[in-house]
């Protein structure tokens, strides 16, 4: 199987180049009973750059699977902390265990993630009883700095009191940060 893909260009300081190409893979039918042992199958990818390009730009594969948290469960709530506890513990478990590289993109990624996810569970965060989470996370990235580091209370989103509405919050922001990774639908259907 192949496929051609037109990549759009950006101007950049020394000529043009080209824009990141996010691609994702869906597999359907499923192997056969004997073949149910492997843990892994090899897959190959090959990027072709046409001939004219080759010397100029030159492909970064980064290939990573799709977070094993997605889609969310049917019966996810956004306004239920016990769906929210669910999912950051998934996600600690993947930053720390699959990720590992603090430096890694999915790192960052999935930093914020877990941000999102641990305050919606948890909204009276940093006051009220919550949990310790793993300490190779860090209390950085762009959400829990809006959330906890913000010198001016008319713009400290952590003022809103009501949980529902803090939950709501979270949850659009959490959907737009899911899609940069996992462009399908979020919750998983009946």
């Known amino acids: 199987m192949s496929a051609t893909v037109y990549i759009d260009t950006i101007q950049k ?10 691609l994702s893979v869906l597999f359907h039918g ?22 004219e390009f080759a010397g100029y730009v030159v492909p970064i594969l980064d290939a990573a699977p799709l977070p094993s948290f997605f889609p969310l469960p049917s019966d996810f709530d956004p306004f239920t ?18 990720v590992v590289d603090t430096c890694a993109p999915e790192w960052t990624w999935g ?10 569970a948890y909204p009276d965060f ?3 009883s919550w949990p310790v989470w793993n300490s ?7 959400f ?17 009191t009501d949980h529902d509405t803090i939950r709501a919050v979270i949850w659009t922001e959490f959907q737009q940060l ?13």
């Open 111 to 120: 930093r914020d993630a877990f941000w999102m996810a641990f305050l919606a």
């Open 30 to 51: 499923s192997v056969p009973h004997v073949f149910q042992t492997a843990t892994q199958i090899l897959l190959e990818i090959t990027i072709n750059v046409p001939s």
């Open 178 to 190: 899911a899609a940069e990774c996992f462009p399908y639908s979020l919750v998983a259907e009946l």
């Open 13 to 22: 300081g020394d000529g043009v180049g080209l824009k990141p190409l996010a």
């Open 126 to 128: 940093p006051h009220g």
């Open 81 to 98: 902390a016990r769906c929210w506890v669910t999912l950051l513990y998934k996600l600690e478990s993947w930053l720390v265990h699959v």
């Open 136 to 142: 190779r996370i860090s209390l950085e990235g762009a």
């Open 144 to 160: 829990i700095e809006s959330w906890t580091l913000t010198k001016d209370p008319e713009d400290l989103p952590a003022l809103i």
